[in-house]
């Protein structure tokens, strides 16, 4: 199982980016996945998780309406879309999926993806 993130970098607040995570080695499609981040001394959060067929989402409070998350089933890629960036969301971004393997769920993670919030 392999997840890559990519995307991240240093924007001033009000701006966007656009994170993106590669897959393998599952069936991607037959997944839900999420993002997580975790900010300087905080524990990790998640921030968004979308079904194996893409049909639902759901977000952070502090996200919803300013993040976007989607996914093609194709390509095997994830993506994030943040829009109006705070300060506050600065931290470093992780994509995630739990598959099952020898009897026991295992949460998987990619190396992440830093992402800087600054004026």
């Known amino acids: 199982v392999q997840l890559v993130e990519s995307g991240g970098g240093l924007v001033e607040p009000g701006e966007s980016l656009r994170l993106s995570c590669e897959t393998s080695g599952f069936f991607f499609a037959n997944y839900g996945m999420s993002w997580f981040r975790q900010a300087p001394g905080k524990e990790r959060e998640r921030v968004a998780e979308?079904?194996?067929?893409?049909?639902?989402?759901n977000y952070l409070d502090s996200v919803k309406g300013r993040f976007t998350i989607s996914r093609d089933n194709v390509k095997g890629t994830l993506w994030l879309q943040m829009n109006n960036l705070k300060p506050e969301d600065t931290a470093v971004y992780y994509c995630s999926v739990v598959l099952e393997g020898d009897g026991r769920f295992n949460r998987y993670w990619g190396q992440g993806t830093r992402v800087n919030v600054s004026s």
């Open positions: 979308i079904t194996g067929g893409g049909r639902n989402t």
